[in-house]
C-alpha cells in the first residue's frame, strides 16, 4: 500500500464519552530569606513582614515577603518540604496542614496571616521513632505509590477524623439532624475528597483511614 | 502576584476606611482571592486582613432567624445545629460546595463575594470585559460548557459559582454591611449580586469601603428542604445545575415552592412565576414542567452548554417530585 | 544467554519473599515527609526559575521586551531567543533545546524564563515580561487534518503498517461485518508532582535533580541538548511524584535550568506551574480509530482491520500505536493495521500509560463486543474461537499464552453464565446494572540489562541496576 496515499474515513458517532534514603542531602540550611537584588537597577524587593508560627510544637520567627504562601514559608523558608505543592490552587489537598487542628490547604493562604497560630505538618505527627497511628496504617495498607499526594492524605485525615468525631456532617450524610454514627467508605471518600491521588491508592487509603478510625476493615 | 503592603485590620470600622482606599482588598479565608492573586487577575496593592474582627458568631434573632457573622467558616456554620434542623437547604448547599480544606477557610462574606471560574476570566492573555472592560468576552464563541443560560449579555456569560448564596437566595437572606462612617445597611441577597449587563465588571451592591458584617436568615418557611447539585464528579466540583428547593406539601398536593438556581446565571436565579405555578398546585408532571418552562422562559445556550437547557429541566422536575413524594 | 524455556523453580522462590506482602522499603519515609523530591534537595545559594509561555497557538514573536522584568525586584537574569545559547538539535526524545528563536511552533512554548532570588519575585517578574506575536493560522484538529496524515517513521519503532493476506477482499465477502469508528480525546498524565529540576555546575560537570523517569536516557539528551560530553552530565533522582509516561524524557524545566544556572554560576531551580504542565510537557494524541472485523456465521474472523489516526508537531514522529497491539491479540488469515500521523500544531504528543494499547483496546474490545451481539454469541466464546495457535502475523510460536484459561476462571468467578446478555435487564435501587468483559495484551520488549552485585564477607549481597520504580512499578 502506499503510505503517502491518504486513507480516508468517515467519522460516525461512536465516541468514547469525554475523559531514602538520597545520596545527596546537599546542606540543611534553608536559602536567605529575602536577598538584596544583585544589580544596581534592579528597584527594591517589596517590604517584609515579621511572623511567628508555631511548627509542630517549635517557635519560629520568619521575616517574609508577605506574599509568601504558609506552604511556601514551610518548604522554602524551614526545609520542612513534607508538605507538597501539586496545584498551588487549592486543588489537589497535597499541601494540607493543620491549624490548630483544622486541615486546611497551605498554599492558598499566606503566612504572614497565622501569626501565633499553632501548625502541625506531617513532619509532626510521628513522635520521635513512634508513627502516627495514620502514619503506620498508611505502610500497613499501602496506601501510596509514588508518595506525593501522601503527606497531605495523612494530615487531610487527621484532621477529618477530628471533624467526624466533633459531629461534622458530610455531604452524603443520610440525616442532618443527627450525629454522625459511623464512618462508611462513602463517608470516608466524600470527607477525603479534597485530596487527589494519581496513583489511585484510594481503596488503600480508605481502608488505612478505617484502621486508624478503630473501624473494621 | 504583585507585592503588596499587608495589614490587619483591628476593628471593623478600621477595616471598612482601610478599604475605601483604591487597590485594597479584605482578606478573610482568601481562597478565593489568593487563587486570582497568583494569576494576577487581582492586584491588590494593599490586603487588610479581616479575620481577628469579632464577626464570627451565629446568633438567633428576635424573629426567629439567625444571623450569621461574615466571618463564620463554611464548615461551622453548615455543622452548626441550628442550621442543620432549620435551614437544611442551607447546610446541604455548604456541605455541596469545594472541599473540606476549603470549607474549613471560607468565610460567609468571602463565599458571597467569590468570583466567576470562567477560563478566560482566569487568563489574563485572553480577552474577558470583567477583568478588562472592553476588551471583549472570549466565552461567547470559546469553550462555554460552564457558562451561563439566564441574565446573560453580550459582554458577559460568566456564572457564580456559590452554593451556599444559592441556597441563601431561596431563604431570602438580608446581608448586613457597614462603612467606613460606621453607617450600616441591608442588601436583600435578591439585589446583593448584579447581572453582567454592560458593566460585568460590576458584581455587587458593595460601595467602595463596605464591608460584609453578617446575613441574617429569616425564619425559616415551611417544608421539606432539599441542595441537589449535578455535576462532573460526585465530590469536590462546581454546579452544572443546581437547586435549592424548600417546597411544602401534603399527599400530593404542594401548597407552596421556593426554588433557587444555581449554575445558570451570574446571581443565584429565582423565578417567580415558576413558584406561582406551583402554588396549590397537583404534585404532577405537568406541575413541574410548567414550572420549568417558566424559570427557563428566556434561557439561551451558546453551544457548549446547551445541554443545561434539558438538564435544568430534569433536575427540577426529579427534585419536586423528591420533596413532594407521599 | 537463551531464553527458550521457562526457568522454572529456583533459590529465589525459596527466600519467602517473591509473592508475599512487603511494606515498602521507602514507605517510612513518605508517610513522615522525609522522602526529597527534585524541588526540595536542599541547597545554598538557590536562585528560582519561572516560565512564561507563548499564548498563541502558533506565529512568531514580533516583540519581546524583559527591560521591566529586568529590573524588577530580585531578578537576575531573564532568557529569551535572543540570550540564549545555540543548543543540540532532534526530536523530544533526543534533544529538548529551548528558546531556541522568535517561532512559535505551539501553544504554551516557553518564550521566556525569569530567574529571581525568591520564587515571588520571579512569579511577579514573569508577568512583567510583555511580548507581542505576528500570529499566522494553525491547525489544531485532528478530525480536520485526515487528510494530512502519512504514516509515520520514528526511530526504533514498529512499522506503522501490517498486512497479511487480502483484506480487503476477505472483509468485502464475508457474511457477518463490523465496521466501527471510534473516537479517544487527548489526555494528560497530571501526576501529583509538577515537573521540576534543581541544576547545578560544578566547572563543567553539571548536576541535575530532576524528576525523570529514564535516567541514562536523559543523560544523553541533556548532552546532546547542551552540547556537552555525556560524562558531564549527572541526574539524580531518587523520589518522583508520579509519571505515568511523562517524565521519560527530558522536559523544558531541564534545560532551562542548566542554561541558566551555567550563566549565573548558581543553582537554579524551577517547578512548572500545574496550568504549564498541559502545554510545556507532553500528553497523549487524541484518536480517530476505525475497527473493521469480518466473520463466518460461527464467529471465527476472516478479516481483521484496524486504522488509527493520531496527531503530533510536524517535527516529530511519535504516534499512538493503538493497532500494534491488534496484530497479535485474535487469529484472523486476513489482516491490515495502519497507522497515520496527521501534523498538528499542538504540543509534543508522547508515551502515557499503556501507549497505544490503552486507546487501542477499547476500540478493539468495543468492536469484539458489537461483533459478539451481532453474532448473538456469547463474548468470551467468541474469544476461544479466536485464539490464535501462534503469532497470527509473524507465525511464531507464544513462549506462554494463558488467556483462554484466565477468561473462564474470570467467568467463573464473576458468575457470567448468571449474567444478562440483554443490557437494561437487571435493577439494583436507582442503578441499572450490566456485566462486561474485554481482553488486553501489552507488549514486553526485552532490551539488555546489567546488573552489578557484590557480595561481602558477611554473607549480605548488594545488586545495583539501572532501574527506575518511582513507587507506581516501572
Redesign the interface.
Known amino acids: 500500500m502506499d503510505e503517502n496515499e491518504p486513507i480516508t474515513i468517515e467519522i460516525t458517532r461512536r465516541t468514547v464519552i469525554e475523559t531514602g534514603t538520597t545520596a545527596l542531602l546537599l546542606t540543611a540550611l534553608p536559602p536567605a530569606a529575602l536577598a538584596a537584588g544583585p544589580s544596581d537597577g534592579n528597584q527594591p524587593p517589596p517590604p517584609s513582614a515579621t511572623v511567628t508560627l508555631q511548627i509542630n510544637d517549635r517557635s519560629h520567627q520568619l521575616t517574609l515577603d508577605p506574599r509568601t504562601t504558609l506552604l511556601d514559608a514551610l518548604r522554602e523558608h524551614l526545609a520542612l518540604t513534607g508538605s507538597k505543592k501539586g496545584c498551588d490552587h487549592g486543588q489537589c489537598g497535597a499541601c494540607t496542614v493543620l491549624i490548630d487542628g483544622r486541615r486546611i490547604n497551605s498554599c492558598l493562604t499566606l503566612a504572614v496571616m497565622h501569626d501565633g497560630q499553632s501548625v502541625t505538618t506531617i513532619e509532626g505527627l510521628a513522635e520521635g521513632e513512634t508513627l502516627h497511628p495514620l502514619q503506620a496504617a498508611f505502610v500497613e495498607h499501602d496506601g501510596f505509590q509514588c508518595g506525593y499526594c501522601t503527606s497531605g492524605q495523612i494530615c487531610s485525615a487527621v484532621g477529618m477524623l477530628a471533624e467526624s468525631r466533633s459531629g461534622m456532617p458530610s455531604y452524603v450524610t443520610e440525616d442532618l439532624t443527627h450525629p454522625v454514627a459511623e464512618l462508611t467508605d462513602a463517608e470516608i471518600r466524600e470527607r477525603m475528597s479534597g485530596n487527589i491521588c494519581r496513583c489511585a491508592a484510594y481503596p488503600n487509603i480508605v481502608a488505612a483511614i478505617k484502621q486508624a478510625a478503630g473501624t473494621p476493615t | 502576584m504583585k507585592a503588596f503592603t499587608y495589614q490587619r485590620a483591628d476593628s471593623t470600622a478600621h477595616a471598612a476606611a482601610a478599604a475605601a482606599k483604591p487597590g485594597a482588598r479584605f482578606i478573610a479565608g482568601g481562597t478565593n482571592l489568593l487563587d486570582l492573586m497568583k494569576l494576577q487577575v487581582e492586584t491588590p496593592s494593599e490586603l487588610v486582613d479581616i479575620n481577628r474582627l469579632p464577626l464570627d458568631k451565629i446568633e438567633e434573632t428576635p424573629d426567629g432567624g439567625l444571623r450569621v457573622g461574615a466571618l463564620v467558616r463554611n464548615s461551622d456554620l453548615a455543622a452548626d445545629s441550628r442550621v442543620r434542623q432549620r435551614y437544611g437547604v442551607l447546610s446541604r448547599a455548604l456541605l455541596a460546595g469545594a472541599s473540606a480544606q476549603l470549607r474549613n477557610k471560607a468565610t460567609t462574606g468571602g463565599n458571597l463575594l467569590q468570583r466567576t471560574r470562567c477560563y478566560y476570566f482566569y487568563d489574563v492573555t485572553k480577552p474577558c470585559n470583567k477583568r478588562n472592560p472592553g476588551s471583549g468576552c472570549a466565552a461567547l464563541a470559546g469553550f462555554n460548557r460552564i457558562h451561563a443560560i439566564l441574565g446573560t449579555s453580550d459582554h458577559c456569560i460568566a456564572t457564580h459559582p456559590s452554593d451556599m448564596a444559592v441556597a441563601m437566595r431561596a431563604l431570602d437572606a438580608k446581608v448586613e454591611t457597614v462603612n467606613g462612617e460606621g453607617e450600616p445597611r441591608v442588601i436583600p441577597i435578591a439585589e446583593f449580586h448584579r447581572l453582567p449587563g454592560k458593566t460585568p465588571e460590576i458584581e455587587t451592591s458593595l460601595k467602595p469601603g463596605e464591608i460584609i458584617t453578617a446575613v441574617t436568615l429569616p425564619p425559616p418557611p415551611p417544608g421539606v428542604h432539599v441542595y441537589r447539585k449535578v455535576r462532573d464528579r460526585a465530590s469536590y466540583a462546581f454546579a452544572l445545575v443546581s437547586v435549592a428547593a424548600i417546597v411544602d406539601s401534603t399527599r400530593g398536593r404542594i401548597r407552596s415552592a421556593r426554588l433557587a438556581f444555581g449554575g445558570l446565571a451570574l446571581k443565584p436565579w429565582r423565578e417567580p412565576q415558576a413558584e406561582e405555578k406551583l402554588v396549590d398546585a397537583s404534585a404532577d408532571t405537568a406541575t413541574f414542567g410548567a414550572a420549568a418552562n417558566a424559570v427557563l422562559d428566556g434561557a439561551r445556550g451558546f453551544g457548549g452548554n446547551d445541554f443545561k437547557i434539558p438538564l435544568t429541566r430534569r433536575t427540577l422536575h426529579s427534585v419536586l417530585a423528591e420533596t413532594t413524594r407521599t | 544467554m537463551e531464553m527458550n524455556s521457562p526457568i522454572g523453580p529456583n533459590a529465589l522462590d525459596a527466600q519467602g519473599v517473591v509473592g508475599k506482602?512487603l511494606?515498602?522499603v521507602?514507605?517510612?519515609?513518605?508517610?513522615?515527609?522525609?522522602?526529597?523530591?527534585a524541588?526540595?534537595?536542599?541547597?545554598?545559594?538557590?536562585l528560582y526559575g519561572f516560565v512564561v509561555e507563548a499564548?498563541i497557538g502558533k506565529g512568531k514573536i514580533k516583540s519581546i521586551d524583559t527591560r521591566a522584568a529586568?529590573?524588577?525586584?530580585?531578578?537576575?537574569l531573564v532568557l529569551t531567543y535572543r540570550n540564549s545559547p545555540e543548543q543540540g538539535t532532534g526530536n523530544h526524545r533526543e534533544a529538548h533545546p529551548v528558546l531556541t528563536g522568535p517561532e512559535v511552533t505551539r501553544y504554551g512554548e516557553p518564550v521566556a524564563f525569569v530567574v529571581a532570588?525568591?520564587?515571588?519575585?520571579a512569579?511577579?517578574a514573569a508577568?512583567l515580561v510583555d511580548v507581542k506575536y505576528d500570529r499566522s493560522s494553525g491547525k489544531y484538529t485532528l478530525?480536520n487534518n485526515?487528510?494530512?496524515?502519512?504514516?509515520p517513521h520514528p526511530k526504533d519503532a514498529p512499522a506503522?503498517?501490517s498486512?497479511v493476506g487480502d483484506f480487503a477482499g476477505a472483509f468485502a465477502s464475508a457474511p457477518v461485518q463490523i465496521d466501527?469508528?471510534?473516537?479517544?480525546?487527548l489526555q494528560s498524565?497530571?501526576?501529583?508532582?509538577?515537573h521540576a529540576t534543581l541544576a547545578m555546575w560544578d566547572g563543567d560537570k553539571l548536576i541535575l535533580?530532576t524528576a525523570n523517569q529514564m535516567l541514562n536516557q536523559g543523560q544523553k539528551v541533556v548532552a546532546t541538548t547542551l552540547k556537552i560530553p555525556v560524562e558531564n552530565v549527572r541526574l539524580?533522582s531518587?523520589?518522583?511524584?508520579?509519571?505515568?509516561g511523562g517524565k521519560l524524557w527530558v522536559n523544558a524545566d531541564a534545560i532551562l535550568a542548566a542554561i541558566a544556572s551555567r550563566q549565573l554560576k548558581r543553582p537554579v531551580k524551577i517547578?512548572l506551574?500545574?496550568q504549564q504542565i498541559f502545554h510545556v510537557t507532553t500528553h497523549r494524541s487524541d484518536t480517530?480509530q476505525?475497527v473493521r472485523l469480518a466473520t463466518d456465521r460461527e464467529g471465527h474472523i476472516l478479516a481483521i482491520g484496524h486504522?488509527v489516526?493520531s496527531g503530533n508537531l510536524p517535527s516529530e514522529q511519535t504516534y499512538e500505536g493503538a493497532a500494534l497491539q491488534t496484530r497479535t491479540l485474535y487469529a484472523g488469515a486476513n489482516r491490515l493495521t495502519?497507522h497515520?500521523l496527521a501534523p498538528l500544531d499542538i504540543p509534543v504528543a508522547s508515551s502515557m500509560r499503556a501507549p497505544g494499547e490503552a486507546v487501542g483496546l477499547?476500540a478493539l474490545e468495543?468492536a469484539m463486543d458489537e461483533l459478539a451481539e451481532k453474532l448473538n454469541l456469547d463474548p468470551v466464546e467468541l474469544r476461544v474461537r479466536n485464539e490464535p495457535s501462534e503469532d497470527p502475523e509473524k507465525h511464531i510460536p507464544f513462549s506462554s499464552r494463558h488467556l483462554i484459561a484466565c477468561l473462564q476462571e474470570g467467568a467463573r468467578r464473576f458468575g457470567w453464565d448468571k449474567r444478562h446478555a440483554k443490557p437494561g435487564q437487571v435493577r439494583d435501587g436507582r442503578w441499572l446494572v450490566g456485566m462486561g468483559m474485554a481482553a488486553a495484551t501489552r507488549g514486553n520488549p526485552l532490551l539488555l540489562s546489567k546488573a552489578n552485585v557484590r557480595l561481602d564477607p558477611d554473607g549480605t549481597a548488594t545488586v545495583r541496576m539501572a532501574m527506575t520504580d518511582?513507587?507506581?512499578?516501572t
Open positions: 506482602p511494606d515498602r521507602d514507605g517510612r519515609l513518605k508517610v513522615t515527609g522525609g522522602a526529597r523530591y524541588y526540595e534537595m536542599q541547597q545554598d545559594n538557590v499564548s529586568e529590573k524588577a525586584p530580585g531578578v537576575v532570588e525568591s520564587f515571588e519575585e512569579r511577579a508577568y478530525r485526515l487528510d494530512r496524515a502519512r504514516a506503522a503498517d498486512a466501527l469508528t471510534y473516537t479517544t480525546p498524565h497530571a501526576m501529583m508532582e509538577p535533580h539524580i531518587p523520589f518522583i511524584g508520579g509519571g505515568f517547578a506551574t500545574r480517530i476505525r486504522d489516526f495502519r497515520r477499547m468495543c518511582i513507587g507506581t512499578g
